[in-house]
Nanobody, 118 residues
């Protein structure tokens, strides 16, 4: 099992910045993929950004150029730096970790609320 603890959400005005953190513990060996998803009311959960253990990244088109994902492998922590936030970025943000141990196993954090006001 992998436990994920998220932090860094909150309320910010449009144009502002927030940094989310997600620390993994437990069976952290063979963690390959770490990422962030978000879900706004009435919407499906969607990928925001992901990063592999080798540092390869991918982003949703809606956040490219504004958000940056990074990871600290020594601390088993993934970060999401969010700049130039827009009201449409308002959602619950979830950390997601993928671990390969013969098969793929995926784990979710509890979610952290990000609210962007006008």
């Amino acid at each position: 099992q992998v436990q994920l603890v998220e932090s860094g959400g909150g309320l910010v005005q449009a144009g502002g910045s927030l940094r989310l953190s997600c620390a993994a513990s437990g069976s952290i060996f063979s963690i390959n993929r770490m990422g962030w998803y978000r879900q706004a009311p009435g919407n499906q959960r969607e990928l925001v950004a992901a990063i592999t253990s080798g540092g390869s990244t991918n982003y949703a088109d809606s956040v490219k150029g504004r958000f940056t994902i990074s990871r600290d492998n020594a601390r088993n922590t993934v970060y999401l730096q969010m700049n130039s936030l827009k009201p449409e970025d308002t959602a619950v943000y979830y950390c997601n970790v993928g671990r390969f141990a013969g098969s793929w196993y995926f784990y979710w954090g509890q979610g952290t609320q990000v609210t962007v006001s006008l």
